[in-house]
């Protein structure tokens, strides 16, 4: 029987690692293609850069100067942090209130998130466009308003699971000791929300950061582009692009994310577990 079972472990190792390998290899390939000459790219995409392939960092170079890179990275930076901080904000305090305060309006309020999360963006993308334009949100501050909208849903739904699961007695105890309801919001409710802030910023920044159309409908890309708009900017005419350029740029896209990832991934688990299964 343990023999069968550690047989067993040992078969679902292997197909796991080969499937997580499956994932890594695009990103792999990328950086491995950043070296090249883009002649090379495409027709010898999966050999080692060296020899006459091997171009060093100028790939890297060519990709920050022609895309704007530094300015994009910043836009993309504001963004990102102000409007996850805007939705851990905001929607942590609107599942507190709608967990303790029981009514018709509040269980309006949750349903309205709940259905957001099944609309198709796609069917208000136009009309989100044409409002962002006539409300002056076509830029950097205005888009966190917009992206607030978009991220309440999943948020207040993942908020809302773990707010369930905190006893009213702790919040009872603070209010007897003079806590005002700000105070017993951000001195004992938030803490204890911890795993799941964690996990909503994980999902939201890795969304936010890598997140194209919204940005291209709604910001004025004349003035505003963030990463995934500045590397259209590679393409050249009759659809030819530079993909040497383009691999640079995007492996320096992706790293920031990678890194935040992996520095906040054991929360991840813990706070989806809590969010989705208690209460």
């Not at 709940?114 to 609309?119: A, D, G, K, P, T």
């Not at 795993?195 to 999902?203: G, H």
């Amino acid at each position: 029987m343990n023999a069968r079972k550690a047989k067993h472990g040992t078969l679902l190792t292997v197909i796991f690692t080969i499937i997580s390998i499956a994932y890594v290899y695009p990103i792999f390939l990328v950086v491995l293609n950043s070296f090249k000459k883009k002649a090379y790219i495409s027709r010898e995409p999966f050999s080692i850069p060296q020899g006459k392939i091997f171009v060093e960092w100028d790939n890297y170079i060519k990709g920050i100067e022609k895309t704007g890179f530094i300015q994009a990275f910043g836009w993309s930076l504001f963004i990102t942090v102000f409007s996850v901080a805007a939705i851990i904000l905001c929607t942590s305090m609107c599942a507190w209130y709608i967990c303790r305060v029981k009514n018709a309006a509040t269980n309006t309020i949750y349903y309205l998130c709940l259905f957001s999360m099944i609309v198709p963006f796609q069917m208000v993308m136009f009309t989100l466009s044409k409002i962002a334009n006539i409300l002056h949100l076509n830029n950097p501050v205005g888009i966190i308003v917009v992206y607030l909208g978009f991220g309440a849903g999943l948020s207040v739904f993942m908020f809302v699971g773990f707010v369930k699961s905190i006893p009213l007695e702790i919040e009872e105890a603070a209010m007897i000791d003079g806590c005002t309801p700000l105070q017993t919001f951000f001195q004992v409710v938030l803490p204890i929300l911890k795993p799941t802030c964690i996990t909503v910023t994980i999902l939201q920044a890795m969304w936010i950061w890598n997140d194209y159309l919204l940005p291209y409908l709604v910001l004025d890309i004349r003035k505003y582009k963030t990463i995934p708009i500045a590397v259209q900017y590679l393409k050249g005419g009759y659809g030819s692009v530079d993909m040497g350029a383009m691999m640079g740029v995007l492996v320096l896209a992706i790293i920031p994310i990678i890194i935040f990832y992996l520095f906040c991934q054991k929360y991840i688990i813990e706070g989806v577990v809590a969010g989705a299964v208690k209460g």
